[in-house]
Nanobody, 122 residues
């Protein structure tokens, strides 16, 4: 299995910045992609950013130009740098890994962290 732990959430004023981190761990795994999602109260979970094994990235239109996903493959870490934050960015942010393990027969499946709260408010 793959365990994911997010950190870095908190309260920030509009226009401010936060950097979320996600640490992946496990006894044996292959990560094919890592993603950041968010879910605001009463709304569906939204895919924000993806970084693939080869390094390519994709962003949702709602965060393009403001958020940047990056990784440290040696440390099995992925980051989400969030700039120019808006009140509508308030949500629980989740890290997800598309990964394969011996338990999955080396077939890729989604693994999820517990989430970290981001609140943008003055």
């Amino acid at each position: 299995q793959v365990q994911l732990v997010e950190s870095g959430g908190g309260l920030v004023q509009p226009g401010g910045s936060l950097r979320l981190s996600c640490a992946a761990s496990g006894s044996s795994f292959r990560i094919d992609a890592m993603c950041w999602y968010r879910q605001a109260p009463g709304k569906q979970r939204e895919l924000l950013a993806t970084i693939r094994r080869g390094g390519s990235t994709n962003y949702a239109d709602s965060v393009k130009g403001r958020f940047t996903i990056s990784r440290d493959s040696a440390k099995n870490m992925v980051y989400l740098q969030m700039n120019s934050l808006k009140p509508e960015d308030t949500a629980v942010y989740y890290c997800s890994a598309v990964a394969a393990t011996p338990t999955t027969g080396w077939a890729s499946r989604d693994f999820w962290g517990q989430g970290t709260q981001v609140t943008v408010s003055s």
